[in-house]
Every structure is written in C-alpha cells, then in structure tokens.
C-alpha cells in the first residue's frame, strides 16, 4: 500500500507537493542509516550551502552578514552562527527584501504562520523546499509506524487544511483511496465530539492524528461513552501535550503516543521516536541553536532557534521559533546521536470556555488568526486573557503608531466571537511587550476561570453535556 502511494498515487495526483517522494525519502533514510561523523559533514555543507546562498541572492542577510562581519564560510555546526535572531517582526517589516532574488515571485508558494505565539506573518517557499520538507514529515511519520496509505483519522482544528464542503471526489481521493478521515474541531462541543466518535467507530482507523488538546478531549469522550476499536499509532502535534493528557490517551486508547514538533514556518523537523526517550531534531531538514533563557522546574529552558536547511525561497536563519525546550544530554537507545529534547515548552493556550460548556481551543485561535495574517499591520503581538464566561481582556503591542490599529483590533474581536458564535465582552489593553512566562513560553490564551472550568481533558463530559450544537 505505501509503494503504491509513495511512488505512483500522491506524486501523479498532488505533484507540486509529491513529485519525487519516494527519492526524497529514500535520500533522507539513506541519510539516517550514515555515521555520526558523516551526518554531522552532510549538514555542515548543508548548512554552508543555505548561507553562501542567503548571503548571495538575498538583500537583507546580505546586510545582516555585513553588518555582523560574518562569512559563511565561517559557519560551524558546532558553534552559534555570530548573528542576530531572526523575529517574526523581521518578517513583517522585510518585505520582498527577504525573498531570493534567484526566484520569481510566481515560482513561490506563499504560506502563513499559525499565529500561536503571536499575530500571524506571511512568508514563501520554493516548490522543491515545500517537497522536501513533505518527504521529511513522511519519514518522521514513519518512525511511528505511520506510513502513506494507513488508514489515518485527523483531529484537526485548522479549518484551511481541510475541505469542510468535500466533493463526491474529494471524498472518494482523500477516503478511499488515501484512507484519511478528517475531523475538524475549530469548536468542541458535545454534539461534535459524538460526530468524531461514530466516524472513528465507522472508519476504524490504524492512526490518530492530530492536535494535542483536541486528542485528550477526544479520550475523555471516549472513556467516558466507550468504543470498541483500538488504534495502532497515535500522534500528537501543534500544542504541548501536559503529562496528566498523555496518561489520558495512552490509557483510553492502549496506544503509546508520539509527539511530533514544528510549525507552519520551518515545517515538521522534530519527533519522538519509538523509544519514548525525547523529542529528536532531525538534522537533515534543519540547524537549530538551543539559546539559554531561564531555570524552570524542568532543568534550564533553551530558545529554539531554527535555520532552514531547506527553503531557498525565503531562507530562515537563526529563526527564534517562540518556543522552548529542554533538553536531554543522556543517549536515546534508538541510537540517534540528533539533539534530543525531553519537553517542548511552547504554544501552551487555555482556550477559551463559554458558559454553555462550548470550548475554542488555543491552537484554534491562533490558526484562525492565522487567516487574517495579511490584514495585520499595526499590531505586532496579542494575548487573550478569558476573565470570565462571558469576558475576553485582549492584550496588544502595536508595531507603529497607526490608524489601522483600531481597525484591526476590531477584525480581532469580531473574528473570534465568529469562532465561538458568540459575541463576548471585550476590553483592551495596550502594553509594550507580551512577556514570556517563566518557562521561557509564550502563550496566546490564558484563562483565568477556575481550574475545573479550563481544563479540556478533565472536564468534557461534565461541561460539554450542556454545549449548544
């Protein structure tokens, strides 16, 4: 089935993103199978080729390499690159200035980030990046024994990555012939957990896949209204999964789970393998820098910092993703020597709850200011404070002085009561930055309703029993 899907279906049918999937992947496990010493060279010129390219056809590191002295052939794998970070108000401000000059604009697929951890940019990829990084999300998704063709059903919460009105062929495409179930969950709800219930009961799907809050309330539902299948993979991605969320998944559904990590920025570069050891940073795909923040209650949190070995288009040098780790010095048994992180700290958000037991989660939020991404030009970052059932404090930073602030903060407003299909009280609050919290994270939604009203996992049968449909 793989084979079939792998070298003939996939590639024919979607090619801008499949062309060439089988030699993509069977280069990246060639990759895996080499020696430390010759993985290690392999990103060494990897990572000297995106640089002396970067350096070459796009203006703004050239300024940045000059302003900072730095060569690429100076680069070293074993050793901080000597530049600034790359910030998402960098990507706001820097324009086609960032784009390489060896592309045309049509030869870009322009993508937006997720918005999680702060208001959404726009960025672009070359069509063999968006290729490749596809290749290597397929060979992470085959360390948990995931492969194209099983029969796959996602909890998802990003309405733009499915099609919510599928045709008679859509569906027989992505149904039949894919095997893929998709479940789309901008809002929880009673009603629409049962919808995800009967469809997993119907399908009976060797893999769950999707958001982390929206699977551990998915295996409150299901243990508390019963099922008689069982997955063979589950995978959980987007979002921290807390420990007391995994125990719940794992022990409803009998599965061991894996966590997989990246964004719409750089593309999935880090997962868990089958040894449960810690979160691997595939080497193949990406260099990432670990810049130490704080002491946490975990060991010291570390910035991720990402350049893209990939996207020629608009290359990401020394990205600061917005997210945490910590990281792992003890050997994995899987073998990999690939820097290991035991706990990503990052896009952790409350949601947020209506009186009625409804719930939007975090990463729903984000993604669906991710929708708006084009629209924002004043507000640089945002938090959601949830005070009550019925009020939202919005926390925002504006980038420049500008008339088009009050007018996207009420494109903010009103795009989330559409979410919730309610219309919250809102109040709002300018402040010069969004701190991190103390684990170096920071967080879109926080709530400050009690515990027993916030938590998704624990509390979806007792608070989604009443939800609206």
């Known amino acids: 089935m793989s084979f ?65 002295g730095f060569r ?16 998402r ?7 086609q200035s960032l784009l390489s000059n060896a592309f045309q604009l049509k030869d870009l697929r322009q993508a937006g980030s997720s918005g ?12 063999e990046a968006l290729r490749n990084k596809t290749a290597l999300q397929f060979q992470l998704n085959a360390w948990a024994n995931y492969h194209a063709g099983d029969s796959v059903m996602t909890l998802w919460g990003a309405h733009r990555d499915l099609a919510m009105q599928p045709s008679w062929r859509w569906r027989l495409y992505e149904e ?57 993979v589950i995978i959980a991605t987007a979002e921290v999964m807390n420990d007391t969320n995994r125990q719940l998944v794992e022990s409803v559904f009998g599965s061991k789970l894996f966590m997989h990590y990246g964004s719409r920025d750089t593309g999935m570069i880090c997962a868990e393998c089958s040894a449960h050891q810690g979160m691997h940073f595939h080497p193949w795909g990406c260099y990432v820098e670990f810049d130490p923040v704080r002491e946490t209650s975990d060991g010291l949190a570390y910035r991720i910092l990402v350049t893209d070995l990939l996207n020629d288009g608009q290359p990401f040098i020394r990205y600061d993703t917005g ?37 939007v989660p975090g990463v729903s939020v984000g993604n669906h200011m991710s929708q708006l991404g084009e629209t924002f030009r004043a507000i640089a970052q945002v938090q959601f404070v949830q005070k009550t059932h019925e009020h939202v404090h919005l926390r925002y930073v504006v980038k420049d002085k ?3 602030a009050d007018q996207e903060l009420q494109t903010i407003c009103h795009a989330i009561d559409s979410l919730a299909n309610h219309r919250m009280e809102w109040s709002l609050e300018q ?17 400050e309703l009690p515990s027993s009203d916030t938590s998704i996992a624990n509390s979806t049968p007792e608070l989604l029993a009443q939800s609206r449909t």
């Open 4 to 68: 079939f899907h792998t070298h003939m279906l996939l590639p024919f049918v979607e090619r801008e993103r499949h062309a060439g999937l089988a030699r993509r992947m069977r280069e990246i496990s060639r990759f895996e199978r080499m020696s430390e010493k010759d993985q290690r060279a392999i990103q060494q010129q990897r990572l000297q080729r995106i640089l002396t390219h970067a350096y070459n056809t796009v203006p703004f590191y050239r300024q940045r390499f000059d302003d900072a």
């Open 72 to 87: 690429p052939s100076d680069a070293r794998v074993d050793r901080p690159l000597p530049l600034p970070a790359l910030r």
């Open 89 to 95: 108000d960098d990507l706001r401000d820097g324009g």
């Open 116 to 127: 999680t951890t702060t208001t959404p940019v726009q960025f672009h990829r070359n069509i």
């Open 176 to 232: 039949t012939l894919l095997r893929r179930t998709s479940a789309p969950a901008g809002f929880l709800s009673q009603e629409i957990l049962e919808r995800f219930r009967e469809r997993y009961q119907k399908r009976r799907p060797k893999v769950l896949y999707g958001y982390s809050t929206i699977l551990a309330a998915f295996a409150s539902y299901m243990q508390q209204h019963g099922m008689d299948h069982k997955p063979e």
């Open 323 to 359: 997210d945490c780790a910590i990281l792992t010095s003890q050997p994995c048994s899987c073998g990999r020597w690939f820097p290991t992180a035991s706990k990503i700290l990052g896009r952790v958000s409350d949601g947020i709850m209506l009186a009625n037991g409804g719930m």
């Open 402 to 404: 500008s008339p088009l």
């Open 431 to 447: 402040v010069a930055d969004i701190p991190r919290e103390r684990s170096g994270k920071i967080r879109l939604c926080i709530s």
